[in-house]
Nanobody
Framework: QVQLVESGGGLVQPGGSLRLSCATS????????AGWYRQAPGKQRELVAF???????NYAESVKGRFTISRDNVKNTVYLQMNSLKPEDTAVYYC?????????WGQGTQVTVSS
């Protein structure tokens, strides 16, 4: 049974930081690409960042220089370090892992940036 469990969301003031974690089980994590998506109320889900099964990364323009995605293939976990958070970063954040046509999603974690 494949499971993706996100954690680390919460309420933070503008300019603050959070680190999201997505712990996976039931897959050979190291051979999967992994990414973070987000969905704000009334908006479509969008890709925030992804990391290949190696170390190549890619970021949405809106988060470049502020967010960093990383992975630990021993802990089977993907992370998203979010710095200099802005109110427009408020959304439910989802992790996703995929390999070819096979993909799995986490349940989401809420991030709220507000003073």
């Amino acid at each position: 049974q494949v499971q993706l469990v996100e954690s680390g969301g919460g309420l933070v003031q503008p300019g603050g930081s959070l680190r999201l974690s997505c712990a996976t089980s039931g897959i050979i994590f190291s051979i999967y690409a992994a990414g973070w998506y987000r969905q704000a109320p009334g908006k479509q889900r969008e890709l925030v960042a992804f990391i290949t099964d190696g170390t190549n990364t890619n970021y949405a323009e809106s988060v470049k220089g502020r967010f960093t995605i990383s992975r630990d293939n021993v802990k089977n976990t993907v992370y998203l370090q979010m710095n200099s958070l802005k109110p427009e970063d408020t959304a439910v954040y989802y992790c996703k892992v995929w390999r070819g046509a096979v993909a799995y999603w986490g349940q989401g974690t809420q991030v709220t940036v507000s003073s």
